[in-house]
């Protein structure tokens, strides 16, 4: 019994895993698609074409709340409201931190 790969090659030899656009093309390949959208959903559509940093605007966490509440004492309002903007996208704390200083400086 051979095991399927979750896996793929794409046309630039990356290997990643298969997910919706893999399945979705792969039936478009064998002329087997369904008509109009087909059985996926409009949410997993959406989903899969979100660009890459786009806006998550999810709510810190109290922990992060704390330590920027510490770390404001050593920056500017406009380098803390980058931070805070980065965070919600998604960003860690050293990833916002970082990209923020080189953008707007302390």
Known sequence: MTKKS???TTKDGRRVK???WYYINKR??????????GT???DAIKKSKAK????INKKLTDRQLKTLERHKEHHTKKHMDMM????QQGKTFTEAHNIAMDKVGK
């Open 84 to 87: 805070i903007k980065l965070m």
């Open 40 to 42: 996926v959903s409009d």
């Open 52 to 55: 890459k940093g786009a806006k």
């Open 18 to 20: 298969k997910g919706l």
């Open 6 to 8: 979750k896996y793929h």
């Open 28 to 37: 478009k390949k064998s002329n087997t698609s369904r008509p109009g959208k």
